[in-house]
């Protein structure tokens, strides 16, 4: 009863408000155009509490709503809404949401949501999210998401979010994210991704387990790094360009009888990934090996004289058998190069084993290797 009386008492208020001319710049609404500033008023709103909606023609203080909060004029204060907010024109402050924020004009200022924060036009400030945050055009300043953020113009801040980062192109800016980052046209700044960074044309960093730029004024840091420029600097295991020859290697070890592997050979250095079987087959037949080397190289006429260092994992797939481990390889390799793309080549060199459980000793053994190289797969020359 008394629940009846009070909720009576309210909507009296604000029916006789309503009817009543008014100067008072504090609005009390249920949902327009039952408040005390009804829109149709076109006053600015410095007050305005909305159960659970509020809709103000402009706001110049502080909007608490229930659920939506909406301003179609200028906003200059501070708009909380428990599930929508939305400024249609140019705001300067703090906008909250329980769900999604929405702007439509330039925003200065801090916009968080539990969803999602649109922006249409340039923001100068903070987007922060669980999900995901999109600026339509221009953002000199930082998102922050769960999942996505997407910058339609130009980026001047930071992105970071735990899944990814697209934006159209930046100026001076740092680009983090858990998954991928895309730059679509030109970058200058640093991507760092937990997988991918794509970039159209890069002055500055990318650091990810994949780099991927067609043009690169600057440095990738990476497991598998490309680029279209081929004299870009490129650190990690497997660096690709258009000039890059992709050739199929086979060889015999005395290491590991069975090698296939794939080089890459750039201007003046290669890799080598690959894997062998038996490891050291008079003792482990149930054995293999995954190794990657890197080298250098000098070619005379049809003969290249080369020398890499090498990395290898040893596995034992029958605990019987022996212990997984590391071995540690310098070679010389001498090739010979033979009519259609078909090359011979022979290596020698020492490893260096070391086993992780029982043998802890130390082995030096020689390695002798010889093989052939098949013809590059990428292009012909």
């Known amino acids: 009863m008394k629940r009846t009386t009070l909720t009576l008492v309210l909507l009296s208020f604000v029916v006789n408000c309503w009817t009543q001319p008014s100067n008072s710049s504090v609005n009390l609404s249920i949902w327009d155009p039952f408040a005390t500033l009804p829109l149709s008023r076109h006053q600015p709103v410095w007050f305005s509490l909305g159960l659970p909606e509020s809709k103000t023609s402009s706001l110049h203080g502080i909007s608490f709503n229930l659920f939506n909060g ?6 200059s204060g501070i708009q909380i809404a428990g599930v929508y907010s939305r400024i249609d024109s140019t705001a300067k402050g703090f906008s909250f949401a329980g769900l999604y924020n929405i702007q439509r004009g330039s925003f200065s200022g801090l916009a968080t949501s539990g969803l999602m924060n649109i922006n249409r036009w340039n923001l100068h400030g903070i987007q922060a999210s669980a999900i995901q945050n999109i600026e339509i055009t221009d953002l000199e300043g930082v998102q922050v998401a769960g999942f996505m953020n997407v910058i339609g113009g130009m980026l001047k801040g930071m992105q970071i979010a735990a899944g990814f980062n697209v934006v159209n192109s930046s100026h001076p800016s740092v680009q983090l994210a858990g998954i991928v980052n895309f730059g679509l046209h030109d970058i200058q700044g640093v991507q760092m991704a937990g997988i991918a960074n794509y970039a159209t044309s890069l002055s500055g960093v990318q650091i990810g387990i994949l780099n991927f730029t067609q043009h ?12 279209a420029d081929t004299n870009a600097v490129k650190i990690g295991l497997v660096s690709v360009s258009p000039r890059t020859q992709v050739r199929p290697v086979l060889y015999w070890s005395n290491a590991s009888t069975y090698n296939a592997g794939m ?3 750039n201007r003046f250095t ?5 894997f062998g079987t038996p490891y ?13 080397r890197f080298g250098i190289y000098h070619k005379i006429n049809h003969v290249i004289l080369s020398s890499d260092l090498g990395i290898s994992y040893l596995l034992f797939f029958s605990s019987s058998h022996g212990d997984s481990g590391l071995s540690r390889e310098a070679r010389m390799n001498v090739e010979y190069a033979l009519p259609k793309g078909i090359s011979l080549f022979a290596s020698g060199g020492y490893a260096v084993r070391n086993y992780f459980f029982g043998d802890r000793a130390t082995h030096w053994n020689p ?11 990428l292009h012909k020359k």
């Open 70 to 75: 909406i301003d179609y004029g200028e906003m």
């Open 216 to 227: 690169l004024r600057g440095v990738q840091i990476g497991i598998i790094n490309y680029s």
């Open 367 to 377: 390695i002798v290797e010889i093989g052939v190289i098949l013809p590059n797969i």
């Open 270 to 274: 290669y890799s080598i990934i690959g």
């Open 280 to 292: 050291d087959p008079i003792h482990y037949e149930s054995s293999g090996l995954l190794f990657y």
């Open 263 to 265: 080089r890459f050979m």
